[in-house]
């Protein structure tokens, strides 16, 4: 576990945002992380409790608690308190194909669900987990790691969303052969084009990218499946196929324009 007393005697620290006026001059990430001595005092924060409700990814009275993927939070912020960032990776992995995604576009639900949180500062397992992934790339940890045995199967992978991505991964690391066929220029569907650079820059995903590519994993950009290349072809050429296509189909949210007549009106349109 980490220290003890450590939520008692360590408060919060979170990453430095840059002032308004100089973030508004781009738009990229805007955080400055904390340096590594200073991100294993927040791992000291985590107590590890006897209930661990922040790895409990579950549903109470219709709402999400905890993390979905169910990461081992309390183990990884012990190993980034002691210092052994690279067993820390290995355990944030197991449950996590993509820590270099959420870890930056996660709404951080274990740590609305941090026992800590109860009566004072949730620990900042969200950062901590920035802290292991990134640190990972520096001492090379994250490379890429082929699997040395390979099945012959092959997979066509449709859509290279959050979910195809996650599929191609843990499929190829079974061994499989795997392709991923992607309607638009660039991969990454939800994670390229969805979410803003301030939030995850592209080089982000373009990284994670080359290194799937170096475990074996082929991707195939500006081909829609159905039009460019017919179903009964790729039935006839893969082992099996996944659907991972998203839902581009806008939702109307249904607003309406309001429009300012005078101080004392105000209409609907």
């Not at 900042?124 to 802290?131: L, Q, V």
């Not at 090379?140 to 790691?145: D, P, W």
């Amino acid at each position: 576990m980490g220290k003890p007393t450590g939520f008692m005697e360590y408060k919060r620290e979170t990453s430095v945002s840059e002032k308004p006026l100089e973030r508004i001059k781009n738009f990229n990430e805007f955080h400055t992380p904390l340096s590594k001595e200073e991100q294993q005092i927040q791992g000291a924060r985590c107590m590890n409790c006897g209930v661990p409700f922040c790895q409990s990814g579950m549903n109470i009275m219709g709402m999400t608690s905890g993390c979905p993927l169910h990461n081992l939070v309390p183990e990884w912020n012990d190993l980034v308190y002691t210092g052994n960032w690279e067993q820390a990776y290995n355990r944030l992995k197991k449950t996590n194909n993509f820590p270099e995604f959420t870890s930056r576009v996660c709404p951080a639900l274990c740590e609305a669900a941090c026992t800590c949180g109860n009566w004072g500062d949730a620990v900042t397992c969200k950062e901590n987990e920035h802290g292991i992934i990134e640190n990972a790339y520096e001492k090379g940890y994250a490379a890429a790691k082929p699997p040395k045995v390979r099945t012959g199967k092959k997979v066509a992978v449709i859509g290279s969303g959050p979910a195809g991505l996650a599929a191609a991964d843990q499929l190829n690391k079974r061994g499989h052969l795997v392709t991923v066929y992607e309607r638009d220029d660039r991969v990454g569907g939800l994670l390229m084009y969805g979410i803003p650079n301030m939030k995850l820059e592209k080089w982000v995903i373009d990284r994670k990218i080359a290194i799937m590519k170096e475990e074996g994993i082929t991707f195939i950009t500006g081909t829609d499946v159905g039009k460019d290349v017919k179903a009964a072809k790729l039935l006839k050429e893969y082992d099996r196929i996944v659907l991972a296509c998203g839902a581009k189909n806008p939702r109307d949210i249904k607003a309406g324009t309001f429009i300012v007549g005078n101080k004392n009106t105000l209409s609907r349109s």
